[in-house]
């Protein structure tokens, strides 16, 4: 609501509405109109982050690109949460530890088997590439 147009000195009611103003924002954003009610003289709409998406997964900006009305994050919609994901080969295990749910990206990596004491090898049944700790 536009107040200027009511100053005291006319003879009528003379409210102006005016659209709130925020139309995107950023990416890892999203646009709250929740306190852009029609009933308050402030512009309210007002960019808000994307919530945690939560462990393993992370935030996709092509979902959460600033230009929704609703959080596409962990606690709105979930539409943005994509799992962290890769392949690894053989003697490789798949490290999620920096998939915390709050990064813009697939962090998964594969990391190395740990080495074996002298006279031993790494069994390659069990380090296969599709497991999630090292064994």
Known sequence: ????????????????????AVSTCVAGQWIDTSL?????SSNLRTCQ???NCGTFKYISHAVCDGTGTADPGGSGTKAACKWCFTTCTSG???DLSLCNGAGS???????????CSAVQYIDTSVCDGSGTFDT
């Open 1 to 20: 609501i536009d107040q200027s147009a009511c100053d005291g000195t006319g003879s009528s009611n003379s409210w102006t509405c005016v659209n709130c």
């Open 36 to 40: 852009c009610t029609g009933s308050t």
């Open 49 to 51: 982050p994307c919530s």
């Open 92 to 94: 490789q295990w798949t």
């Open 105 to 115: 990206t697939n962090a998964a990596q594969c990391d190395q088997c740990s080495a």
